[in-house]
């Protein structure tokens, strides 16, 4: 998929439509979102646990951050708060959903960490507040 990026960054200056610029740097976007989570683990190995857990949530949210630029360069404030509420979600109740249901798959009971979980739904609630509140306004 790499090898798709020269003719991404060709289709720009050719002017070959917003289609095939979308699709060309989708395409090269998704081994190089693989190579930095690859990295990211790599370098959290020679950390402890906490910085390592830093630096996963730092960069594992690279592309909604390059995402967010973007749109506020073009003045789309709707498409920044409606990507940070689906990075949100997707991170919390996804995986968390994600992670209770494989895990019943192998466990008959299951034991979590109840003050994590409920710190994450009061900050995902708290949040999904944060965003949606000011939509009215």
């Not at 950390?47 to 390059?66: D, K, R, S």
């Not at 967010?68 to 949100?88: D, T």
């Not at 995986?95 to 960490?113: A, D, R, S, T």
Request: glycine share 8%.
């Amino acid at each position: 998929c790499l090898l798709a990026a020269p003719f991404a960054l060709w289709s720009v200056y050719a002017d070959w439509g917003p289609v095939w610029i979308f699709w060309l740097n989708f395409v090269v976007m998704v081994p190089l979102a693989a190579i930095l989570g690859d990295f990211t683990e790599e370098v959290a190995l020679h950390t402890n646990q906490t910085i390592g857990g830093l630096i996963n949530a730092t960069f594992g949210n690279a592309v909604e951050v390059v995402v967010a630029i973007q749109a506020l360069l073009a003045n789309e404030i709707r498409v920044v708060q409606s990507s940070m509420l689906g990075s949100i979600f997707s991170n919390l109740l996804l995986v968390l959903g994600g992670c209770f249901f494989f895990g019943g798959l192998k466990y008959k009971e299951q034991e979590f960490n109840a003050t994590a979980a409920s710190a994450n739904m009061g900050l995902l609630a708290l949040s999904g507040i944060a965003l949606v509140l000011p939509t009215p306004f």
